[in-house]
């Protein structure tokens, strides 16, 4: 009587082990696709990145976005000058966990006066 219910145990052992295997899998990155962790890590980066432009007295920023993909930021929108653009990728370039910076910021047209 014992041999059918470790049987059964084994059964569910196997099972349970490739549910598991199955789950993790879905978790880990491949090249186009970011792991779970590695999103979290990416989005904090980004969070540390803006607050740190955005302490910066030297940097006024109007329109920007900060985006991290394996720890690859990129910098995009406008800003008032070409000094802030290069200020901006230089604190970025600071920020713990930052590999790279992309930097897309572009100084801002000047208004157009209507007379």
């Not at 490739?18 to 990155?29: I, P, R």
């Amino acid at each position: 009587m014992e041999k059918p219910i470790q049987n059964v145990m084994r059964a569910t052992a196997i099972v349970v082990g490739l549910a598991l295997t199955g789950t993790l899998a879905n978790c880990s990155s491949t090249s186009n696709r970011e792991s779970t962790g590695e999103y979290v890590d990416d989005a904090t980066v980004s969070t540390k990145v803006r607050a740190a432009i955005l302490q910066d007295p030297n940097v006024k920023i109007s329109d920007i976005k900060v985006t991290t993909y394996r720890g690859v930021t990129q910098l995009s929108g406008f800003v008032d000058n070409q000094q802030m653009i290069s200020r901006a990728e230089e604190v970025a370039k600071g920020v713990s966990g930052v590999k790279s910076v992309k930097n897309d910021l572009h100084v801002k047209p000047p208004a157009s006066s209507n007379r």
